[in-house]
């Protein structure tokens, strides 16, 4: 059940981060992008609720998921993030001495947390661009899996994020670059904790015809502290409250033609409360329009 | 600053320029996804966490007393836990440092023959190993309190983790019932989901544990009556475990 937070406030915080495409671009009307992707991360270790690192019976969980952009108009842009297959596990504790299995590890597969979102434009012109979000998270994963339901592909409830982003573009030397920051406001329902989202990317092209570019992220979440412990949530879910994180993400996409690309990043919490200490990953193949 | 674009044409990827057209792009993606996905077969298996929990060896007196009213009987009880804190069957070998005082036969049968202190001796004797033993000491008096004096077991808990965890315990016998108390000393932390405490032989591991229930008071003193099926020196430490994590959180070992 503390994966269920553990994990999924750090993929819902790295992981779709990492997916977007336009910061405060919308797309145009009738154009889109899309992306299959695998996110992964294995953690045996943990911030605690004093900012040390703890160690943990080592955990994973795996995504494979899709998520889209697309232009309802110039201004408005449909998003869905939807995890098709979800994998959760965490591995048998086995006696150094004897070799026996203390305790057995255990998996659960599903559906995951899907989000549905709209991006709105509002100031579409001028050196900077800004736009609203609302994402509603779905909780269509499974919030208790596993023989002491502390296997989660999802958190079991409905949370709608609030977010503002501004973006400009700009030239960095020779290189064409642009810079965004982000901040919003998380509803989290069912007692767990309403969060504040934050963050900022610089992203820059390189190569012939701007084939390659690196961004370099710098996102965090911290807790409004006004969850209450609900007999309805599992007792772990007080781990939902009050978590909060910091961590740098780069990334690196490759154009592969005039549609298709590739993209891989990293995301690791350099400070943080109630969160694993390590790194996600994701991987991805895009597709635009 | 230079702004390159007109702010509202297409996603930042897409104005940052394109690509040359290649023929073989969608081939190429079908292997790299082929390629990305064979090692998720293989780490997204559960694997082992190996956790040192070897101990030391011992043998314990699992129904000690402390004084024995003269001319009357008690039979004393003895176990061998193994280098994981498991308990294994082995012949126990009982002597008594004076005889005159406190006989034992072969089966802990302690008789109180003269007033005076014995120490009562359970040992071990195995091929090729070193023997083990314990002792234990016993007056022998023609006045003994009723019932029977048994001292109490104190200790003090610790953290091994960075979650908050300390204070003072003792575990007494109460209306023949044995008792658990943590002193108004206590605290852990109540950010930990999922935390139980267990009577334990081995503090690396729930295993062969006795679990006590999961912890619902963070602060200050309370207790929990123990089942009647444990014994006063049937275990050594306390755990504090968090079974979500699977992750010690903290211990205390009797001091006696």
Not at chain 1, 37 to 62: M, R, Y
Not at chain 1, 175 to 190: D, E, H, I, K, Q
Request: net charge negative; with cysteine.
């Amino acid at each position: 059940m503390i994966f269920r937070t553990l994990i999924l406030l750090l993929f819902f915080s790295f992981g779709t981060t990492s997916l977007q495409a336009g910061g405060g671009w919308p797309q145009p009307q009738g154009h889109g992008y899309f992306k299959l992707f695998q996110w992964w991360v294995i953690a045996d270790q943990h911030f605690t609720d004093l900012g040390g690192i703890d160690p943990n019976v080592t955990n994973g969980i795996f995504n494979t998921g899709f998520y889209g952009e697309y232009g309802i108009t110039n201004r408005l842009t449909g998003i869905v993030y939807l995890p098709f297959f979800s994998r959760a596990y965490f591995n048998n504790t086995v006696s150094g001495t004897t070799g026996e299995v203390l305790i057995p590890g255990e998996a659960i597969n599903s559906f995951g947390d899907t989000d549905i979102g709209l991006q709105y434009g509002l100031i579409t012109k001028g050196p900077v661009v800004w736009s609203a979000t609302l994402r509603l998270g779905i909780p269509l994963g499974n919030s208790a899996g596993g023989s002491e339901g502390n296997l989660q592909t999802g958190d079991g409830e409905f949370n709608q994020l609030l977010r503002f982003d501004a973006s400009t573009s700009f030239r960095l030397g020779k290189l064409n670059s642009y810079a965004s920051v982000y901040g919003g406001y998380n509803n989290r329902t069912r007692g767990f904790s309403d969060e504040l989202h934050f963050g900022a990317e610089v992203g820059v092209s390189f190569l012939k015809d701007h084939r390659l570019t690196t961004i370099f992220r710098l996102i965090g979440t911290r807790s409004m502290k006004n969850g209450s412990l609900n007999d309805g949530i599992n007792n772990t879910s007080i781990f939902a409250n009050n978590s909060e994180f910091i961590s740098l993400s780069p990334e690196l996409a490759y154009q592969l033609d005039d549609h298709w690309g590739v993209s891989a990043s990293f995301a690791s919490a350099i400070s943080g409360k109630i969160i694993f200490a390590n790194p996600s990953y994701s991987v991805g193949v895009f597709y635009r329009w | 600053m230079k702004l390159l674009y007109p702010p509202c044409d297409n996603s930042v990827r897409n104005r940052l320029g394109k690509a040359p057209n290649f023929e073989a792009s969608k081939i190429t993606i079908m292997r790299f996804i082929l390629l990305l996905s064979l090692p998720f077969l293989f780490t997204a298996c559960i694997g082992d966490d190996i956790i040192p929990d070897t101990v030391e060896e011992r043998v314990v007196i699992t129904n000690p007393i402390d004084s024995l009213l003269l001319g009357t009987t008690h039979r004393f009880e003895a176990r061998f836990l193994n280098r994981v804190g498991q308990i294994e069957e082995e012949l126990v070998d009982w002597t008594s440092s004076a005889p005159e005082v406190l006989s034992i036969d072969a089966e802990g049968r302690a008789s109180a023959l003269a007033v005076g202190t014995a120490d009562v001796t359970a040992t071990i004797n195995r091929p090729d190993t070193d023997p083990i033993a314990i002792s234990h000491t016993v007056n022998v008096a023609e006045e003994v309190a009723t019932p029977v004096v048994i001292s109490d077991r104190t200790g003090t808990l610790r953290t091994t983790t960075f979650y908050t965890l300390g204070g003072d315990f003792v575990l007494k016998s109460v209306d023949d019932q044995l008792v658990l108390e943590l002193a108004d000393n206590y605290e852990a932390s109540s950010n930990l989901p999922g935390l139980y405490l267990y009577l334990t032989n081995n503090p690396s591991t729930t295993a062969n544990a006795l679990e006590l229930g999961e912890v619902s008071v963070y602060e200050g003193a309370h207790s929990y009556t123990l089942p009647t099926t444990v014994e006063r020196n049937s275990y050594s430490h306390l755990l504090y475990f968090c079974k979500p994590f699977n992750v010690k959180v903290g211990d205390g070992a009797f001091d006696n």
